[in-house]
């Protein structure tokens, strides 16, 4: 008792214990549990699948070009890069770049020290490197879902398992934080269109993500067990995500990125905030897949769902209508930048509208192929792949633009804004020239899957060959904007803290933000506090 | 009571976020939608193997309904215990609260001691259809509520290494929550999987 009621010896030894040194170099990678290392981590990840998955896309459009055979790959490998273009574009690039620019850029938003459960979220991005590394074994052993070895088609399903629970688990912490992490005054109706969006997609996300993680635990099962209990083969425990409805859930940051960039580079207050969460959430529960899987699986009844399949494939296109409409009344109103993030985030809003749009066309049954006497369905066309593939580049855009636009955030640097607006541009074309002519060529009866056409072989094929530019277009467009990136970081040029002028939080602290995030935070009452603060007469009156 | 009074009374305590709470909701929801998907599954194979006309259950094959029926009455009661858990905790009565706990964590111990049972009482072979559904379904709801009582158990311990109030107590919340959805999944398994048979 004596020692603690003696007076302090020197004013030093009264001062508050210094904090404890963070870790560097890789025990601050692994190891750490702020938002922005995972969110980072993430991101590199993300890339690579990217390359990876663009390559695997690459072939298979360059396969398509003779429908008379394999020319490329022999035919084990060329089912095993079919299947990895797909789910490595869905599940190791575009999910996990939108849970790393969530992971990162959320907390900001909302006015949050960190995210929840930190260490969760680490654990989830060692997780899902782990589980990535792990499918790719899979596919490189002989695997894959149509693979000849199964043992090297149970390590795929593995992996992909352990990539679907890190991203559970990924989806949960960014959920948790919109929710309960929000700066005083950020009410969940004031919460930024890009941060609600997040919400959206992890709500849709966490609904969707164990259905797929069942469908995987019963493959493997079936491949264990040598029994047949999954319509699709190990296959189709993913592949009904890349069909409509669950394909939107991909482009639901396409619409966040809108809302975000749009009020900032018109230099105007967002016209309707409260309807434009409405819209993202329509558009987020619209796009919930997993009811219509029975109807996506079954071969021989395809269309067992197909009232709600087509109200919903019809009904979303009013909230890509409604926030594009929102989106034209905010421009009008303010005097308009055209800036790199705006061009990304329009360029993705209408290669959005046009998959929308030919999702409705693909769910109206009177609609066949153009095939000599035998119409069929345009599901299972190339018709459906191009859908795939237009909400795959809306993604693509928006993520990318919304990594440009937060670019000073998230490594401290601007990227060049004239290429990068030539990026966006790039990667439109690129997404058109890939998509339309698979829409035609499913018109023209091509189906999704790699193999002969009864008719219009000539024309399909020179489809195809236009579809190849496309592919090289995005991947050239990517690996530009990779390396518009890498000459940011190299070089000298600091951003400052808000190059843009920004509305929200994130532009209210440094580029990149300190360990904690922010130092003060301004007085948020309403959307756009940033905005308040420099408008104020505008705002009182 | 005058203004100086009132000026010197401290700020009240900012709300708390309940991240756990909701970080519960949400683990909660994706374990309830996969284990139903997994139940989902095995009724649609159901479906499909007996609208071709073939027999469900390989011939020979017995699923008693008891062993499974005593397992939804012991998760019943462990719905009671894990409320009285809450109660306990909000009035502070740690006594009641161990108790509760207690009796939580042994009514979940015997709900799976209550699955092996019924897996050395059926006879239902592994390698057959139903039998990978009957024991993924099964064995999912197992793995449902194993994590369930370890979230439960440390939240336990969390909550009576400090003081029974506060965040301790949504703590304890969140876990309950996770445990009554394990339950209410029960319900779903035990009708889909014992009952329809």
Known sequence: MTVTESAPADAASSAPAPSPARPTGLAGIFGSDDHKVAGRVWIVVALVGALAAGIAELIVSIERVDTSGIDVLDADWIARVFTFGEVGGVLLFLLPLTIGIATYVVPLQIGAPGIAFPRLSTAAVWAHVVGAGVLVGGYLTDGGPYGPDLDGVELYLVGLGVVVVAQVLAWICIGTTVVTLRAPGVRLTRVPLFSWSALVASAVWLLTLPVVGTLVLVAFLSVRFDQDLLAGGPYGAVSWLFAQPAVYALAIPVLGLLGEVVPVFAGTRPRQHRVALGLVGAFGALSLGAWALPGLTVEADPFAYEVPWVAVSFAVILPVLGLLGLSADTLRRGKPRLSSPLLFAVAAVLALLLAVVAGAVQAVEPIETLVDGEGTALFGTTWTTGILHLVGAAALLALLGAATYWAPKIIGRTLAEGAARLVALVLLAGALVLAVPELVAGLLGQPAGLGEVPDNVDTVEALAAVSVAGVALLLVGLVVWILLVVKALVGRDLPGDDPWGGHTLEWATSSPPPPGNFASLPVVTSEAPLYDARHREEVDA | ?197
């Open chain 2, 1 to 197: 009571m005058t203004a100086v009074t009132l000026d010197a009374v401290p700020a009240a305590p900012s709300e708390r976020p309940r991240v756990l709470l909701y970080g519960a909701a949400f683990a909660a929801g994706a374990s309830t939608l996969a284990v139903l998907a997994l139940v989902a599954t095995y009724l649609r194979h159901r479906a499909d193997v007996l609208g071709a006309g073939e027999l469900l259950f390989p011939e020979g094959t017995v699923l008693p309904l008891t062993p499974g029926t005593m397992n939804l009455v012991t998760l019943g009661m462990s719905l009671v215990t894990a409320s009285w858990i809450v109660w306990a905790l909000r009035n502070q009565d740690r006594v009641h609260a161990y108790l509760a706990l207690g009796l939580t964590g042994l009514l979940g111990v015997a709900s799976i001691v209550e699955t092996f049972y019924l897996y050395q009482q059926t006879s239902m072979p592994v390698r057959s259809g139903v039998g990978v559904l009957f024991y993924a379904v099964t064995g999912g709801h197992m793995a449902m509520s194993v994590l369930g009582l370890l979230f439960l158990a440390v939240m336990g311990l969390q909550a009576f290494g400090g003081q029974l109030t506060g965040r301790d107590a949504e703590g304890m919340s969140a876990a309950i929550l996770y445990w009554y959805a394990t339950v209410g999944v029960y319900v779903v398994v035990w009708y889909a999987v014992y009952i329809t048979k």
